[in-house]
């Protein structure tokens, strides 16, 4: 028998089992964070402000939808939904335009205000860099339409969401 103590038979190393699976947490953790990043973009600014305009029965209105203080960015539009409120006897159609390089607050003609008009799904929009959101409402006959919505599914870089966009909108249209 050996008396020496550093002889090999005598050393035993124990590995940890469990240390070499502790990256899959950390893993997990990342891409959870990761997803939340990618689902949640910064909101479009919007207002329970309601704005007001009137127009003959038939006839298209475009309501500029303003955007207030926003930082510059641009957003590609997947989906533009323009929710209404209205008598159940009046037939009302909605549509959503993008105004390139120029804007507009109310018009039955727009397309003298923006160097490009477009429409919105699928279009890319400059927050803050010249481009506007424009709806149009026609009814067929005299009412009130609310445009109590403008629901916006965006994507903006690597991120996606959707977002309410602008105020409200109360038009009139006479007959």
């Not at 397309?111 to 477009?118: I, L, M, N, P, V």
């Amino acid at each position: 028998m050996s008396t020496d103590p550093l002889a090999p038979h005598d050393l035993t190393v124990h590995r940890r089992r469990g240390v070499r699976w502790l990256w899959i947490p950390l893993v997990a953790a990342i891409g959870a964070v990761a997803w939340w990043w990618v689902c949640h973009p910064t909101d479009l600014p919007s207002s329970d402000r309601v704005v007001s305009a009137q127009v003959k029965v038939g006839q298209t209105i475009y309501l500029g939808v303003p955007e207030g203080d926003v930082a510059e960015r641009t957003i590609r539009l997947r989906d533009v939904t323009v929710t209404t409120r209205t008598d159940p006897e009046s037939a009302v159609t909605t549509s959503a335009w993008v105004c390139t390089d120029g804007s507009i607050s109310q018009s039955s003609t727009p397309e003298a205000f923006c160097a490009k008009w477009s429409e919105a799904d699928g279009a890319e929009l400059k927050l803050g860099g010249g481009d506007q959101l424009v709806v149009g409402v026609t009814a067929t006959s005299a009412t009130v339409v609310e445009v109590t919505g403008v629901e916006v599914d965006f994507t903006d870089g690597l991120q996606r969401g959707s977002s309410n966009f602008g105020p409200r909108f109360e038009v009139t249209f006479l007959g």
